[in-house]
């Protein structure tokens, strides 16, 4: 992290799925050098110990559905050492580019005179084929839709109505509090037995997970307790082993 032009700085970093060893060795360069961390809930704790002894280390993190830290607060920080430290690692869980508000902290870091560098990360479900998912496969297929189950507004995307249509292996991301209504869709639009899957933590030791029919996402969730942070992933990629 050279500050060659003295301009403040700030690392927009992704930590992975989870497993501390799947970060990025530009990631792993960048945590050795960092002056201060502001570090979210997914990123993996492990990660911390990377960076040297006098790095200031600072938790940002968004529980699901509970307690959070407002964006605005995080962008304030982000000002604040970027300018009285230099430099600044925001180190946020799988890719900071996918649900992730990455690119808002870019545009704040930029409208303040800031220079943001941007190193991604592996996100959650490229985590899948370690339960054997992969989530294209020739002639099964050939595409992936990446859908979000919260918007801004607590809804459930629409665009998951025109991914039903499509052979596409379907990826929710956030949807665990969403399980009953998405099941529903595919009922309704005659898609209930398509197979699909839920993991949890992927990539970490504690990973878990269930299969079935996706018109029975709740109970699978149920039978397995499983909760968030969770993916929940929908085509016939998920029954290709069992």
């Known amino acids: 992290m050279n500050n060659i032009h003295n301009l403040p700085e700030l690392f927009v970093l992704g930590a992975g799925p989870g497993d501390p060893e799947l970060i990025t060795v530009k990631g792993y360069r960048i945590l050795q050098q960092a002056k201060v961390v502001l570090y979210d809930n997914l990123a993996n704790k492990e990660l911390l110990s990377l960076t040297p002894d006098d790095c200031e280390q600072i938790y940002v993190g968004k529980q699901p559905y509970g307690d959070y830290t407002p964006q605005e607060q995080?962008?304030?920080?982000i000002k604040h050492f970027a300018f009285t430290k230099g430099s600044v690692v925001r180190l946020k869980g799988g890719d900071p580019f996918i649900f992730g508000r990455g690119f808002e902290e870019v545009l704040f870091a930029r409208e303040n005179g800031i220079k943001t560098y941007f190193i991604p990360g592996i996100t959650s479900m490229q985590a899948s084929g370690l339960e054997d998912i992969p989530l294209t496969h020739r002639a099964i297929s050939e595409s992936v839709w990446i859908v979000t189950g919260t918007k801004k507004d607590g809804m459930l995307s629409a665009d998951l109505k025109l991914?039903?249509?499509?052979?596409?292996?379907?990826?929710?991301?956030?949807?665990?509090?969403?399980l009953r209504e998405i099941a529903q869709i595919y009922i309704e639009s005659g898609n209930g037995d398509i197979p699909a899957a839920?993991?949890?933590?992927?990539?970490?030791?504690?990973?878990?997970?269930?299969?079935?029919m996706v018109k029975y996402l709740p109970t699978m969730a149920e039978s397995k307790q499983l909760t968030y942070p969770a993916i929940i992933i929908i085509g016939a990629v998920t029954s290709l082993i069992n």
């Open 163 to 178: 991914a039903i249509q499509s052979n596409a292996t379907v990826v929710i991301y956030m949807g665990m509090k969403k």
């Open 74 to 77: 995080i962008h304030e920080l």
């Open 198 to 212: 839920i993991i949890q933590h992927a990539s970490r030791s504690n990973q878990k997970s269930a299969r079935g």
